[in-house]
């Protein structure tokens, strides 16, 4: 039979929907780029073309959350695969304001408002994936 998975859907309606992932950072990052991965498909609908916007923010343990503002909005424009079937798109995230041991929160969302993204179809989110370098010597 069908398999169903629990998905973050996104519309493409114009409106903006997010979540969240939170991570913490290991001790050994190295200090350099941290990509993320997601894994999504898409629901029936014309168009080509989604984006993805990406925003980040860190704190420490101790540190005030609701005083941290998100660094500046990434985008991605993405090919659409077809109907069902899984894609995946890369990004390299802004780290500014982060360190080892503090918890990473990425924001993904769907730029439904771009004009790139002509995709008149849901969006489904399936996983994401985060890669660092590690410092070795710690």
Not at 3 to 13: L, N, P, Q
Not at 40 to 50: L, V
Not at 83 to 110: D, K, N, Q, W
Not at 120 to 125: C, E, F, G, S
Request: aromatic residues 8%.
């Amino acid at each position: 039979g069908n398999r169903r998975w629990t998905t973050v859907a996104f519309s493409g309606s114009g409106t903006t929907l997010s979540s969240s992932i939170y991570w913490r950072i290991p001790a050994n990052w190295d200090g350099g780029a941290i990509s993320l991965i997601l894994d999504w498909t898409r629901g029936s609908g014309s168009g080509t073309n989604m984006v993805w916007s990406i925003q980040t923010v860190c704190y420490a343990n101790g540190e005030d959350v609701t005083g941290t503002t998100y660094n500046t909005a990434q985008t991605s424009t993405a090919a659409a695969p077809s109907v069902a079937f899984r894609a995946e798109t890369s990004i390299s995230l802004t780290t500014t304001g982060c360190s080892a041991g503090e918890t990473l929160v990425v924001m993904p969302s769907r730029a439904s408002g771009d004009a790139a993204d002509d995709l008149a179809a849901t969006v489904h989110l399936l996983g994401a994936v985060l890669s660092y370098k590690a410092n070795l010597t710690q």
